[in-house]
């Protein structure tokens, strides 16, 4: 299937993606037709502000669609004091980041601990906080996720290192990113610590198709309540490592080797100029990372935001490999 070519809008206020989404069912709208096709029996319609009606997707009959007013209720519900980023596109997808007071420094940057959340109406980006989806933080074995907010350039960092339970095991698992090949996926869950709360054992197996919108928002508060209570977790130190410098004259060669089209490898070399401008600073991998980052989010392409993030989560690994080296 064919995808529209998008370029992420960035927005600080809810009412931009809060509009009115509703189900529309085959059956009332072709009612003189005998629907043979049942899989897909459910239209996704929003009522976008100033435009007409628009329909992402088409769902089978017990999809639930999750409104972002919804999340909207339980962050405003849980957190008093926080920054919106949100970026968005006009195919219904929504990448929310809530950017929180608490700060962290990373190679004398003062970068903002925050949330982040996607969904999306046409069913392309499935719900998740901090790149996990909801099925998989509902077991309780699984690390509960970080991300970061960069200001300079309203990046939103995930934190892709969290699965792993130290340094040492990331580090070995990191072999397998030489040279950009990807053999296996980063562990789902591990030898946990403790989670600071435990989600009812009758809730914890569901599916979207399940859901119910008071379901789904009980799971959200306590959820969001364990991301708020968590400790800073094991990317930030990798970030510490991504402070090395990059040999002269190698940035060319690894954004070439880098997992991403190369036109965003070209944005992301002009945004690396710019900021290595802007800090007056060395080339580093952070510089280098975040240039990629950039590029991912801001730029127009058919990619997703499920993709973008996929592309993010493999180019950090291997970023990752070249500074460990």
Excluded at 174 to 202: F, N
Aim: glycine fraction near 4%.
């Amino acid at each position: 299937m064919t995808y529209l070519s998008t370029e992420p809008r960035i927005t600080g206020y809810w009412k931009d993606i809060c509009y009115p989404i509703e189900s529309v069912w085959l059956s009332d709208l072709l009612p003189d037709y005998d629907i043979i096709a049942t899989d897909r029996q459910q239209l996704v319609v929003g009522h976008i502000p100033g435009g007409r009606k628009t329909l992402f997707g088409i769902q089978s009959a017990d999809y639930t669609i999750v409104p972002n007013a919804a999340i909207q209720e339980v962050i405003d519900e849980l957190i008093s004091e926080y920054q919106l980023v949100i970026k968005h596109t006009i195919t219904g997808e929504f990448s929310i980041c809530i950017v929180l007071p608490a700060t962290v420094q990373i190679g004398g940057e003062s970068i903002h601990r925050s949330l982040t959340l996607t969904n999306s109406y046409n069913g392309k980006t499935p719900f998740s906080i901090q790149g996990q989806s909801l099925t998989s933080l509902l077991d309780p074995t699984t690390r509960l996720g970080s991300s970061l907010y960069r200001n300079l350039c309203q990046n939103g960092l995930m934190g892709w290192a969290d699965p792993f339970a130290d340094l040492t095991e990331y580090e070995s698992w990191l072999g397998q990113w030489a040279g950009g090949r990807r053999k296996k996926q980063p562990p789902t869950s591990t030898v946990a610590p403790k989670r600071t709360r435990q989600i009812r054992s009758e809730i914890r197996n569901i599916h979207h198709s399940a859901l119910t919108i008071e379901l789904f928002q009980e799971h959200l508060r306590d959820l969001i309540a364990e991301h708020l209570a968590a400790e800073y977790t094991l990317t930030t130190r990798v970030y510490d490592h991504f402070q090395k410098t990059v040999p002269t004259k190698a940035d060319d060669t690894i954004l070439k080797e880098l997992p991403i089209p190369a036109q965003l490898a070209k944005q992301a070399r002009e945004r690396l100029r710019l900021e290595e401008q802007m800090l007056e600073a060395k080339l580093s991998y952070w510089l280098l990372y975040n240039a990629v980052n950039y590029a991912l989010f801001t730029a127009r392409s058919s990619l997703t935001f499920n993709d973008r993030y996929r592309l993010d989560e493999r180019v950090f690994h291997q970023l990752a490999a070249h500074s460990f080296n």
